[in-house]
């Protein structure tokens, strides 16, 4: 496939993903449940954290990752992007996995039994577009005291 065929594929894929994201937060609103990405400053603020324990590189569920440290305006509650600034590298990344180029693990921080991401927001939203079930994350667990 050209690379002109990737580019336009990737445009119309972001429009899609955007649209999607349109209906699923005006589903949510419907269903009264909330429709933004989980800030984890806010988490942070209102728990108080023991230590820092590295995890290593592993597989971890796509639909478990609930939040971000510093993309919760471009992504809403499901990772579809809800800003339109982010489609340049939304659509390179998807180019990238859909040419079966591998990506480096994303970054998330671990508490309890839910991840946010330090690094790697992009790339957890084409991989929710996509259906993944795991994406590999560098986790970092905090455990609370």
Known sequence: ?????YAKSSECLFNRAMRRGVWQRLLRRLQRQPVELISFDQVRQSIEFGQQCERGIRPIPVRDIVGSLGRVNEFDRDFMPINPSVENKWRRILRLKSMGI??????VYKLDACYYVIDGNHRVSVSRFL???YIDSHVIEIVGK
């Open 1 to 5: 496939m050209s690379y002109m065929t």
């Open 102 to 107: 591998d990506l480096p693990p994303i970054e």
């Open 131 to 133: 259906g993944m079930d």
